[in-house]
């Protein structure tokens, strides 16, 4: 029996879909994102779910006694305290799988436009040159002949592998557990991946481990004809060693969807050569974000009617199922 009319807490802004799925069975309460939630006591003793496209601190969870479920919108869930949550046994669920395709497709696109400076070509047509200069440039850099590193080999890094290999570059990674059943090569260090390759792909979670992991050192040692491309977080890349990187020449090109403060982005990075920048639009499609959207809700409502879930994550495995 579905237990409809319990209170789901949504903080700030989450894609339309989720309020839709959950309204009619549901009481919904939004709330600004802030410290803690404005909220009454009475209000909040009634909470026992949050939706969320964001964050949820333990400050939070502590203000919510009822609280039983917090369902992240996103397959990363870095903005929610998971080791609070597990403490205090409320699950946690993200959004796996579902945005696979779209994020690894976006991330061969990204190193595409990073190599072969589509939108600046485009650009120049746009802007009349070809007409009165000539043909574009021919790019410095190509695909042809990479080796490609990929930080990272889960879900989403092992189909960005896939859909390289019809590329015909070399594929190499760095994890800390080799990933079984699989031919690249795999290195123990992000250090000796990056000695090895040529172009990098970060696609690793937002970890206390994988902060700034990309620094001065990891681009000196993919070298002046490297191309990083982050489609992670940008917790994982020392930004300021990045931008001198690219100024010095120390790598050859960056392609970053993400960044550590977003929305901002640091106008030396604006301003550094050969980048490729997008606003954190790996998974933005109307079809994967509904997909997305749906997997929150569908968590929620599973929680509710069956005390199941489909995606909790590691550290709340649903005790009390
Ligand atoms: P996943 O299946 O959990 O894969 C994570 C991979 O990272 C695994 O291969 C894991 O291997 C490796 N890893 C984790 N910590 C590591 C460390 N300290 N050193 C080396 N490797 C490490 O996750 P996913 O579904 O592929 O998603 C990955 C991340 O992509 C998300 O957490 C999110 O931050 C980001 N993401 C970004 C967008 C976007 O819009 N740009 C969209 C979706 C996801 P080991 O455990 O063996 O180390
Ligand atoms: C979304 C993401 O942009 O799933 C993730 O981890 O980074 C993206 O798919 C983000 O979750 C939207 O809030």
């Known amino acids: 029996m579905t237990d409809t009319r319990a209170t789901i807490l949504v903080p700030g802004r989450i894609h339309p879909r989720v309020l839709e799925r959950l309204q009619d069975r549901f009481e919904i309460l939004n ?8 909220l009454s006591a009475e209000d909040a003793a009634r909470v026992r779910g949050i939706a969320v496209s964001g ?3 333990e400050a939070w969870m502590e203000r919510l006694p009822a609280l039983e479920i917090i369902a992240n919108f996103g397959v990363g869930y870095d903005g929610v305290d998971a080791g609070a949550a597990a403490r205090r046994g409320i699950i946690v669920t993200n959004t796996p799988d579902v945005l696979n395709d779209e994020v690894a497709d976006t991330t061969i696109a990204l190193l595409l436009n990073t190599l072969r400076e589509f939108y600046t070509a485009e650009r120049y047509l746009r802007d009349g040159r070809w007409v009165s200069e000539g043909p574009y440039r021919l790019t410095p850099l190509s695909l042809r002949g990479r080796h490609v590193g990929l930080y990272g080999l889960g879900r989403i890094g092992l189909e960005i592998a896939k859909r390289l290999e019809p590329f015909k570059v070399k594929i190499s990674y760095h994890t800390r557990s080799p990933r079984s059943g699989i031919d690249y090569a795999h290195h123990d260090s992000l250090e000796a991946l990056a000695e090895a390759v040529d172009t990098l792909i970060c696609i690793v979670p937002k970890t206390p ?6 620094d001065a050192k990891i681009l000196k040692a993919l070298g002046p004809n490297g191309v990083l491309i982050n489609v992670g977080r940008g917790w994982s890349v020392d930004e300021e060693a990045l931008v001198a990187a690219l100024n010095e020449g120390t790598i050859a090109a960056a392609g970053l969807d993400v960044f550590q403060d977003e929305p901002t982005v640091p106008q030396s990075l604006l301003d550094a050569p050969n980048t490729s920048l997008l606003p954190h639009v790996a998974s933005a499609s109307v079809p994967t974000r509904n997909a997305m959207a749906d997997l929150v809700a569908d968590n929620i409502i599973g929680w509710f009617d069956r005390r199941q879930v489909l995606t909790p994550v590691p ?3 649903v005790v009390g199922a």
Do not use: L, W
């Open 315 to 317: 550290e709340t495995p």
């Open 209 to 214: 481990e994988t902060f700034k992991a990309i």
């Open 55 to 57: 964050s949820v601190s």
């Open 31 to 38: 709330v600004p994102v802030g410290e803690y939630p404005d």
